[in-house]
Structure formats: structure tokens, C-alpha cells
């Protein structure tokens, strides 16, 4: 399991360091000037083009694009990200609390989406056919397609503005958390519970479900079997889950204006912050590759034979 775990993570090295690659590339393929951005940023009444070479030196802009990539690269994996083009404070004492704040959404909400999707999946799959199978597929089908900018208002001047229940913005309180966990949690649940019930239907027809029902073992303990043996298909799916929602708080942080990374990009994107939006994109693409390591480990801890798949 160990030489599993080391070349999982050596696979890994190498996509880390292609992404980086390309995100440095996508912004300096920008048609703006990042020294013209800084001196515009800091409203500078006339800006001439020895300013201009004058920043680009500062920042070290001036020295070939590989040098500036590596230094780049180097700086990132000591969390340094460099400096604010807008603000002028270090990148990562802005992107930093922001990435906790989003971070505790995803997370709560991670975990609301799993317990649903697991919870509906096993209903679902051992009602196969029945009403509640399709009712809780056809509710769920129309929730999902739902727009969350527009479930998101729909709880707001519900639970907000007609019973005065919740807050609309902000994350002052546990009560904070509540409507943007359901809005993210009703827009997922939909798309992974289906998955959960797929995957038990596909074992229930399997042998050894047959022999332990005419073993005679009580049926909470086939379901659980099943179950388990389910998993280790939704595990992956579930472990994508919580990156992808990381990064498509984007809508729902901005509707809650919540303070977090989803907020702060929008803001860096129109107010063309390179630094940060650099910093925002690695952020995304390691929690990405992580998560789909961890994914991976688990399922190999799980079923012994993937370990040889690599």
C-alpha cells in the first residue's frame, strides 16, 4: 500500500507542474501590460513609457520569460504569491483567509451532499420503481437544473426578507451558513445521489446478494454490503465533490457576499489583479489533483486491486 500511496503521488508532481506552467502562461498572454495595471491601479495621473520600464523592473518583469517563471514557481511553494497589483499587500494575506472562508462552506456542504446523496441513493435503489423512487428523482432532476443564482434569491426573500428567519449576507453567525449550504447542497445532491443509486442497482443483482438473502441474513445487513461495495464507485465521485464545489462558489458567494475566494476573484478579474487571480487558479488545480489523489488512496485501501493499476 505504501509504494501505492509514493507513485500516486509522483504521478502527481508532474500535473502540478503543467498547470502551473500554463496558468503563467495564460496570464502573461494577456493583452494588457501588467506594469501599466500596477501605475493604473495606483492612479497615477500620467503614465509614460519610462514609468512603465521603470515598474517592469521593480516587479521583475524585465527578465526573460523562463527566469520569471521559475522564480514564479519557487515563490509559490513558500505560499508567496507575490504582491497585489490593486491593494499592494502580499497576495497571499488576502487569498488566505478567503480560501479558509470558502473552504469551511465546502466543507460543511460537502458533507450535507454526501450524507443526502448517500441517504436518497440506498431509498432510491431498494424502492426501484416505486413512488418515492421517482418522485425523489423527478423533485430532484428539476432543483438541479434550477439556476443557483435564482434558488439562492428565492431562499433570500423567502427565509430573509418574508419570515425574517436567516441572514442575507455575510458570515457572522452559524445561521449564516444555512442558506448558502442549501442552496450548494440542493444544486448537487441531485447529480450525486443518482450515481449512488446507479451503482447500488448494479450490485443488487450481483451473486453474493443472492446468497446472503438465502442465508437468511437480515436485509439491513445485505443493504449495508451493497452498500459498501457502492462506495467504492461514489468514493471518487464523492471526491471530486469537494473541489468542484470549491471552486463554483463563485455565484453563491457573490449572492451571500461571502467572504471568501469565489468573491475575491471576481473583484481580482475586474479589476485585472494578475497576482491573485494567478494564486486563485493554482489554489483550484492543486485542491484538485489532492482530493483526486486522496480519492484514489482510498478506493486502493478499499479494493486491493487497483493498487496494481499503476
Given at each position: 500500500m505504501g509504494s501505492y500511496i509514493i507513485r500516486r503521488i509522483f504521478i502527481s508532481i508532474p500535473v502540478l507542474l503543467i498547470i502551473s506552467f500554463l496558468t503563467f502562461v495564460l496570464i502573461n498572454l494577456s493583452p494588457l501590460d501588467p506594469a501599466e495595471v500596477v501605475l493604473q491601479a495606483q492612479e497615477v495621473p500620467l503614465i509614460t513609457d519610462e514609468l512603465i520600464a521603470q515598474t517592469k523592473e521593480e516587479l521583475g518583469l524585465d527578465k526573460p520569460f523562463i527566469i520569471r517563471y521559475f522564480d514564479w514557481l519557487i515563490?509559490?511553494?513558500?505560499?508567496?504569491?507575490?504582491?497585489?497589483?490593486?491593494?499592494?499587500?502580499?497576495?497571499?494575506?488576502?487569498?488566505?483567509?478567503?480560501?479558509l472562508n470558502t473552504l469551511k462552506?465546502?466543507?460543511?456542504?460537502?458533507?450535507?451532499?454526501?450524507?443526502?446523496?448517500?441517504?436518497?441513493?440506498?431509498?432510491?435503489?431498494?424502492?426501484?420503481?416505486?413512488m418515492i423512487d421517482k418522485s425523489v428523482r423527478g423533485v430532484s432532476f428539476f432543483l438541479t437544473a434550477m439556476p443557483s443564482y435564482l434558488l439562492a434569491s428565492i431562499m433570500i426573500w423567502y427565509f430573509s426578507v418574508e419570515l425574517d428567519l436567516l441572514p442575507t449576507s455575510g458570515m457572522d453567525s452559524y445561521k449564516s451558513y444555512v442558506l448558502p449550504v442549501i442552496v450548494i447542497t440542493i444544486s448537487y445532491v441531485g447529480i450525486y445521489f443518482r450515481n449512488v443509486r446507479t451503482s447500488m442497482l448494479s450490485n443488487l443483482n450481483e451473486d453474493y446478494?443472492?446468497?446472503?438473502?438465502?442465508?437468511?441474513?437480515?436485509?439491513?445487513?445485505?443493504?449495508?454490503?451493497?452498500?459498501?461495495?457502492?462506495?467504492q464507485v461514489a468514493i471518487s465521485i464523492?471526491?471530486?465533490?469537494?473541489?468542484?464545489?470549491?471552486?463554483?462558489?463563485?455565484?453563491i458567494e457573490n449572492v451571500f457576499a461571502w467572504p471568501g475566494l469565489g468573491t475575491l476573484s471576481v473583484k481580482a478579474i475586474l479589476s485585472r489583479d494578475f497576482p491573485i487571480i494567478q494564486a486563485y487558479v493554482l489554489i483550484l488545480a492543486a485542491?484538485?489533483?489532492?482530493?483526486?489523489?486522496?480519492?484514489?488512496?482510498?478506493?486502493?485501501t478499499m479494493n486491493p486491486k487497483i493498487r496494481n493499476d499503476i
Open positions: 515563490a509559490c511553494l513558500q505560499l508567496n504569491f507575490g504582491d497585489s497589483y490593486v491593494k499592494g499587500e502580499p497576495v497571499w494575506s488576502l487569498v488566505g483567509p478567503a480560501f462552506l465546502t466543507l460543511v456542504s460537502s458533507v450535507a451532499i454526501i450524507i443526502l446523496s448517500i441517504l436518497l441513493g440506498v431509498i432510491c435503489a431498494m424502492r426501484e420503481g416505486k446478494v443472492l446468497y446472503e438473502r438465502a442465508s437468511g441474513l437480515p436485509e439491513w445487513k445485505i443493504t449495508m454490503h451493497i452498500l459498501r461495495n457502492s462506495l464523492f471526491g471530486m465533490a469537494i473541489p468542484i464545489i470549491l471552486g463554483s462558489t463563485v455565484v485542491a484538485f489533483v489532492l482530493f483526486n489523489t486522496i480519492s484514489d488512496i482510498i478506493n486502493a
